[in-house]
């Protein structure tokens, strides 16, 4: 019970920032994808899905992808960051809230069809983990170069 109180917790917490504009750095508009890719390609050289299998996979990332942009706001500030660089912060929306339920659901339905044991609570706590994994990284980079910087 006390693990389902805590994913509801951290689902609020997800939720709540999908709404409000929030501070992007550059370094983190590389280093997701780039995990994201480097991950989808050491899953399918380990456990090769057949051609159906990854054609269905790309098509419908490809389309929530862009389906999840359509709600994404930007807002570049005229106050420049320590670097001399325009601060740059994003809106998703909830088009990326409802890309990623289905991106979740879609991973769950490809397990279960491929004959594996899923635990959706472990799941999901694992979603959110990596989640707010990218969210500490994220935050130390920017406390290790706010430091650098004012050295």
């Known amino acids: 019970m006390s ?10 917490f997800f939720t709540r ?5 929030e501070r992007i750095s550059r370094l983190t508009l590389v280093i997701i994808p780039a995990y994201t890719l480097v991950t989808g390609i050491l899953l399918v050289s380990h ?3 057949t051609f159906l299998a990854l054609a269905v996979t790309i098509l419908i990332g490809a389309i929530l992808g862009w389906f999840q942009t359509t709600g994404l706001k930007i807002h570049v500030s005229q106050k420049p960051d320590v670097n ?4 740059i912060e994003i809106r998703h929306g909830w088009q990326y809230l409802v890309g990623w339920i289905v991106i979740f659901i879609y991973g769950l339905g490809f397990a279960l ?3 594996w044991h899923v635990d959706v609570l472990s799941e999901l706590s694992e979603e959110i983990e990596k989640i ?3 969210g500490r990284t994220f935050l130390k980079h920017m406390e290790h170069h706010d430091h650098v910087s004012h050295s």
């Open 3 to 12: 693990q389902i109180i805590l994913l509801i917790a951290a689902l609020f």
């Open 17 to 21: 920032h999908v709404f409000r504009f």
């Open 47 to 49: 456990k090769r899905p």
């Open 84 to 87: 001399g660089l325009p601060i």
């Open 113 to 115: 069809l491929s004959g």
């Open 132 to 134: 707010f994994s990218y």
